[in-house]
């Protein structure tokens, strides 16, 4: 049993080495609040001036009734002012349930988009995180594109996220 | 014994109306919605309306509501819900049953003339279309004026939308370059006042951020608008503000008449 568990391990690190060679890493820290709700993340990509690329990930309450959890989408201030006012949500592939306290592990890949259409440029990754009844905190974590050979990028929150990474071994 | 009563208070709240935006040192006249910027399928926002010296401290006199008119993002007038009028301060919601920009808004025009008659100094207010006939011909040291009042807010579910922010051409406006629910701390915003639909060169403008109560100055920016009209506000922090424009010219549509405008706006302005 324990066997078949690691090779199912290997397998899908296999699969993980051909398939996906970026990795985002968004760090949900645990806080000592009375009160505490799974924050509402949404990561994007952007140029260094600041023009909107893409989505990468949207992290929000999907499951209330008559889609009141949308309500609270625009408490991500800068992403709802760059992509979320004009996005119709659930987008497949990029919206999803709120997650827990923990570091969150999101694949791409650079031959798919949206990293495979991006032109050599300087670029920002932005993670903005929105708590109910707590706060709002945006992390910026600057790279350049394309790359060769593996390299991390990391930047860190001081309230509501964590340590965000990008890593890309292409 | 009601009406002489109900007919006295209309007058003052006409005389009120009249007053209050022309004279920047009385109270000042507002629409304060809870929110500007809303992102929900079924969304609704609340809203006040009062007439205070402390920009949006309800502490003096609730706002008629009969003037104020609600507008979709496709410019159709849509109606108020729950309007109530308290002592202090006016309520209503808006529900935002479409995707855009809504405005809420109250426009007025209105006439005085003040002559002299047989040496003795006279006095007429009343509708803007009776001006041209409101003086006597045999009238002394004539004085006319044009009155336009105009004040409004705007309010977003969804994208920002610029169909409801289409001038009328009727007294002082503002056209908004930068949309007004897109208004972010340290960004300066674009904006063009337009008197009758034509740059209004020279408007006196004064923003103040809301919370005077909690600090010691006024801490407004002044400005003027240049040769076309524009302004340029750098908004200094996030908050709720109040912009009010005020405009002078002799090129009323009546002859020999001065005109006299006004604009008023809350303008919320989010943190980067």
Not at chain 1, 73 to 92: H, I
């Amino acid at each position: 049993m324990k066997n078949t568990s690691i090779a199912i391990a290997l397998l899908a690190c296999t699969t993980f080495a051909h398939g996906a060679d970026i990795e985002m890493r968004i760090e949900i820290p645990a806080l000592d609040v009375a009160e505490y709700h799974r924050p509402y993340v949404a990561a994007w990509l952007e140029t260094d001036e600041g023009q909107f690329v893409a989505n990468l990930s949207i992290w929000y309450d999907q499951k209330l009734r008559n889609n009141e959890g949308e309500r609270w989408l625009k408490d991500m201030r800068q992403w709802w002012r760059k992509s979320g006012r004009t996005t119709q949500v659930p987008v497949e592939g990029i919206t999803g349930a709120t997650r827990p306290v923990g570091t969150h592990t999101l694949t791409y890949s650079t031959q798919a988009s949206p990293f495979s259409e991006l032109s050599p440029g300087q670029y920002q990754l932005r993670v903005e995180a929105a708590r109910e009844v707590g706060g709002r905190e945006m992390v910026t974590v600057p790279f350049p594109w394309p790359h060769t050979g593996t390299v991390r990028f990391t930047q860190s929150g001081d309230s509501e996220l964590g340590t965000v990474q990008l890593i890309i071994t292409p | 014994m009601k009406t002489p009563l109900l007919r006295l208070s209309g007058l003052i709240t006409l005389a009120l109306s009249f007053t209050l935006p022309l004279n920047a040192n009385a109270h000042r006249a507002w629409i304060l919605p809870a929110a500007t910027v809303l992102s929900s399928e079924n969304a609704w926002v609340t809203v006040d309306a009062a007439i205070s010296n402390d920009i949006f401290h309800t502490d003096y006199h609730a706002m008629d509501l009969s003037g104020i008119k609600v507008f979709n993002p496709k410019g159709e007038e849509v109606a108020m819900q729950n309007p109530s009028k308290g002592r202090y301060r006016s309520v209503f919601d808006v529900e935002l049953t479409d995707n855009g920009t809504y405005k809420i808004a109250s426009a007025s025009q209105g006439a005085f003339a003040i002559w002299e008659e047989n040496g003795e100094r006279k006095r007429w207010r009343g509708a803007l279309q009776d001006l041209g006939q409101a003086v006597p011909k045999k009238a002394k040291k004539v004085q006319l004026t044009e009155t336009h009042r105009r004040l409004e807010t705007f309010v977003t579910n969804g994208a920002p939308t610029t169909e409801v922010l289409a001038i009328t051409q009727k007294g002082l406006e503002l056209a908004p370059h930068t949309h007004p629910n897109d208004l972010f701390a340290t960004e300066t915003a674009r904006f063009q006042l337009l008197i009758d639909g034509k740059p209004a060169a020279g408007a006196e403008v004064e923003v103040i951020p809301g919370g005077m109560r909690y600090r010691d100055a006024q801490n407004a920016i002044h400005t003027t608008a240049d040769k076309e009209g524009y302004i340029h506000i750098t908004w200094p922090q996030a908050g709720m503000y109040w912009l009010s424009a005020s405009y002078e010219d002799n090129k009323a549509k009546t002859r020999h008449a001065n005109r006299r405008a006004s604009y008023t706006a809350t303008f919320e302005v989010l943190p980067l």
